[in-house]
């Protein structure tokens, strides 16, 4: 291995790992004027889908960046329900199921006056999702992606970090302003750094089976859905990748179980009810865990998505549970890019994120115990015993399974009160899954409303800070002048007393994240509330 010229290259912000994590960030940061590179070391993305459920909170997240559109065409054929079915077999009883729309259904708006969000979520796998965003990222102004390009060390420094990296059989050195791991459970980063993961290390084990198998999509045309419990053996979830032949059997096993001598051509046979005609086009054995790491920053190095957290994929949360870490920390290094806010900011980052990941990792842990608690064995019994088994389960599955399907708290709920940037939070209990209350509160994210012009009140958020006020109180000319003195980007947006119940104060100011960060009435102070925000009474991160 040889070694490129001295002269090493200077960069705002290096992120490792082109992932959804990884490339949301550096989508958003570029967007927001910060120069940002990617290095990502493999040359090819996984061939096994991963997760295949993109939230309602990182799809607004995408509505921002432009992406909602292409993501939500992508996927399953836009007439192809969504709905959760369960089953004895494929080709066997019906349990229960959960309606969902297809893609088209929300396209076309329907029902959209009671949406809790502008964008629901959507069902697309990995292996489509990590596409679109590396394309958006490719034609983004002051963002680079680099594959191939593998990080080999990091020596920390107070005023910055050099990054050693290798790529075609050299190495070279990168000088950056900071350094963001989102290079997922076996992180180069977090290992460089030392910052191990604590919590379970083993929930369940499972054994996915990708397949294309035309039959099999002939059997699910029958009634189709997006994904099919099924309880053989093992319980299996099938899922439809692309609505016609491709499909990924997940199966779940005790976390003590050996799985190297299940044979995946078995368990597909078992999850249908019968032999089918397929293919296998990969096979993965792995252990579903609920770990979170120490700490998700040393100096100027921070960690974000499956490198500072890994669970049990109950709804795809982790993949969507990263996205919201870059859509936090890529406000704040952007604040710190531009000299609005002190680097001070940056401590908020952990403070913020790591206790969302320390309650998503233990509300998903529940969610999996419940769901893969024993099976009763007398759903495949036939006759009255059978007809008793079958119905009390589905009352199980009733209560078990439709909130980890919609999972408005997780999307919504999930909020920064305790945050030194917050001010006026009140003490919350933990994130629970389904639970969400439709109004603005110090924390949490501005709740949406349809706006007389057609826009959600989110897409009339400026970029960076927003003053709504919800009547003529309030001097926006102070607040401006006030943002204008600290250098603080602020749109005022003047709403409709129309949604007293969802905006119940004179002002809120609402942070780059759509989160709430202040509310009040007229009178406040604007430079004492503005320089709070944005961390001016904060301690300098330890190096």
Known sequence: MSRAGNDPENI???????????????????????????????????????????????????RRLGLADDVR????????????????????AELFRIPFPSSGEVLSGAGRAQWPTPEPQHRISQLYLEPILERHAHRTPGLTVERGCRLVDLRRHPDHVEAIVESGGQTRMLHCEYVVGCDGAH?????????????????????????RSAELG???????????????????????????????????????????????????????????????????RWTGRQLVAETYQQGRVFLAGDAAHIWIPVGGFGMNTGIQDAITLGWMLAAVHHGWAPPELLNAYELERKPIGEQFAAAVGRAARASFAEVPAGIHAPGEAGDRARSEFARRLATTEPQRYSPDGFSFG?????????????????????AYRRQARPGFRLPHVWLPDGRSVL????????????????????????????????????????????????????RPDQHVAWMGAAGTRPGDVLGAVIGRRLVSPAS
């Open 218 to 284: 002939r059997l699910a045309a029958r009634d189709p859905a997006w994904t099919y419990w099924t309880f053989g053996r093992g319980q299996s979830s099938l899922i439809a990748i692309d609505g016609h032949d491709r499909w990924l059997n997940h199966v779940a096993f005790d976390p003590d179980h050996d799985t190297d001598d299940e044979d995946p051509e078995q368990l597909l046979e078992q999850a249908v009810g019968g032999p089918i005609e397929h293919e296998v086009l990969g096979v993965v």
């Open 459 to 510: 897409d009339a958020l400026g970029a960076d800070f927003t003053l709504i006020r919800t009547g003529d109180e309030g001097d926006a000319g102070a607040w401006s002048a006030a943002a204008a003195e600290l250098g603080i980007p602020l749109t005022v947006l003047d709403l409709p007393r129309r949604w007293p119940e969802s905006f119940p104060s004179e002002l809120i100011l609402v």
């Open 414 to 434: 999930y909020h920064y009160a305790n945050s030194p940037l917050v001010l006026g939070g009140d003490e919350q209990a933990a994130v629970e899954m389904g």
């Open 12 to 62: 705002s912000v290096l992120v490792v790992g082109a992932g959804p994590t990884g490339l949301t960030l550096g989508i958003d940061l570029a967007q927001r004027g910060v120069p940002c590179r990617i290095v990502e070391a493999t040359t090819e993305r996984p061939v096994n889908p991963r997760c295949n459920t993109t939230s309602a909170r990182s799809m607004e997240i995408f």
């Open 187 to 211: 992180s180069a980063v977090r290992r460089n750094l030392g910052i191990r993961y604590h919590g379970v290390e083993a929930l369940q084990k499972f054994v996915s089976t990708f397949v």
């Open 73 to 92: 065409r992508a996927g399953l054929p836009n007439d192809y329900p969504t709905s959760i079915q369960y089953r004895a077999t494929l080709q066997g």
